[in-house]
């Protein structure tokens, strides 16, 4: 079984910076992909970014594109998602996400882990 524990959010203004970070744990603990979803209050949870563990290839959201910068860590088991220049409507809790195969992560029935999530609200 694999844990993630998210680390990072937090209370900022619009254009400031937040990284969150995301340490993976346990027996076997690795994963193909690693990446991250948020959920806004009242709405359903959808992909942000994702990072193939062996190659480093990256995909994101539209709505972060430009932004938002994912990257890991393979010795620590740890990716990291750096968010600049907030906006409120980033504003959600972020829930890091695993898969243990090659499946899409984009696809979220494809996630086979999750952490437990940090909120990242961003006033205006």
């Known amino acids: 079984q694999v844990q993630l524990v998210e680390s990072g959010g937090g209370l900022v203004q619009a254009g400031d910076s937040l990284r969150l970070s995301c340490a993976a744990s346990g027996r076997n603990a690795r994963v193909w992909t690693m990446g991250w979803f948020r959920q806004a209050p009242g709405k359903e949870r959808k992909f942000v970014a994702r990072?193939?563990?062996?190659?480093?290839?990256?995909s994101y959201a539209d709505s972060v594109k430009g932004r938002f910068t994912i990257s890991r860590d393979n010795a620590k088991n740890t990716v990291y998602l750096q968010m600049n220049n907030l906006k409120p409507e980033d504003t959600a809790v972020y829930y890091c996400?695993?898969?243990?195969?090659?499946?899409?992560?984009?696809?979220?029935?494809?996630?086979?882990?999750w952490g437990q999530g940090t909120q990242v609200t961003v006033s205006s």
């Open positions: 990072i193939y563990r062996i190659s480093g290839g990256t």
């Open positions: 996400a695993a898969t243990a195969n090659i499946q899409n992560m984009e696809v979220i029935a494809n996630v086979d882990y």
